[in-house]
């Protein structure tokens, strides 16, 4: 248990809606990275967010949102969904926004399918 | 930009052989060098690191050395067992473009006994 927490663990929903994913990083930790694995683009980062603010974006959609609230916990907000999102998101912390020499603690992960 | 390239697999082995898996990347500053496994259903676990040139990651067997001339990584292990049936992502963190993690794609290993 790395001690990420993500809800819900299955989403499946339909083209056209919105969805939140949510996120809890260790306790402690004051950056989160948001991460999307699907089959035919592999492992790529999304957004990452630093007590609060936004440090960094990756390839994330316009459609795609995220924020990060005073309790560190985050969401990511996916809007007008299209067949291609489904896809596993997760979600990892590290213990500050550098990250490099700190590890990144992954979530288990939200299996969103779009049907 | 930056990238990093792992052989195709999957990669099946019977128990106690030896185990490489092959990583190169391409990176325009001085990277920090990681292999993480992703056990079924669940999520990424780092597996080892390097921070720097020759430096040489470990844990619970897995090996793989930074080398900055063959812009490499290659993670090695003796002796498999079952139980490390997984698939295997090698990835970099760009000190100059952020600390987001870049992957190659997996690779996954089977190990029968």
């Known amino acids: 248990d790395s001690g990420v927490t993500q809800t819900p663990k299955h989403l499946i929903t339909a083209t056209g809606q919105r969805v939140t994913l949510r996120c809890s990083p260790r306790s402690g930790d004051l950056s989160v990275y948001w991460y999307q694995q699907s089959l035919d683009q592999g492992l790529q980062f999304l957004i990452q967010?630093?007590?609060?603010?936004?440090?960094a974006k990756g390839n994330i959609l316009e459609r795609f949102s995220a924020q990060q609230f005073p309790d560190l916990h985050s969401e990511l907000n996916l809007s007008s969904l299209e067949l291609g999102d489904s896809a596993l998101y997760f979600c990892?912390?590290?213990?500050?926004?550098?990250?490099?020499?700190?590890?990144?603690?992954f979530g288990p992960g939200t299996r969103l399918t779009v049907t | 930009g930056d990238s990093v390239t792992q052989m195709e697999g999957p990669v099946t082995l019977s128990e106690e052989a030896f185990l490489t898996i092959n990583c190169t990347y391409t990176?325009?500053?001085?990277?920090?060098l990681f292999w993480y496994v992703q056990y079924p259903g669940e999520g990424l676990q780092l597996l080892l690191k390097?921070?720097?040139?020759?430096d040489k990651g470990s844990n619970k067997g897995f090996e793989a050395t930074y080398r900055k001339e063959t812009t490499s990584f290659h993670l090695e292990k003796g002796s498999v067992q079952v139980s490390d049936s997984a698939v295997y992502f090698c990835?970099?963190?760009?000190?100059?473009?952020?600390?987001?993690?870049?992957f190659g794609k997996g690779t996954t290993l089977s190990v029968s006994s």
């Open positions: 990835a970099l963190s760009d000190h100059q473009a952020g600390t987001a993690l870049i």
């Open positions: 390097a921070t720097k040139a020759d």
């Open positions: 967010y630093y007590n609060g603010e936004e440090r």
């Open positions: 990176a325009t500053g001085y990277p920090s």
């Open positions: 990892a912390s590290s213990v500050d926004g550098t990250g490099v020499l700190h590890e990144q603690y």
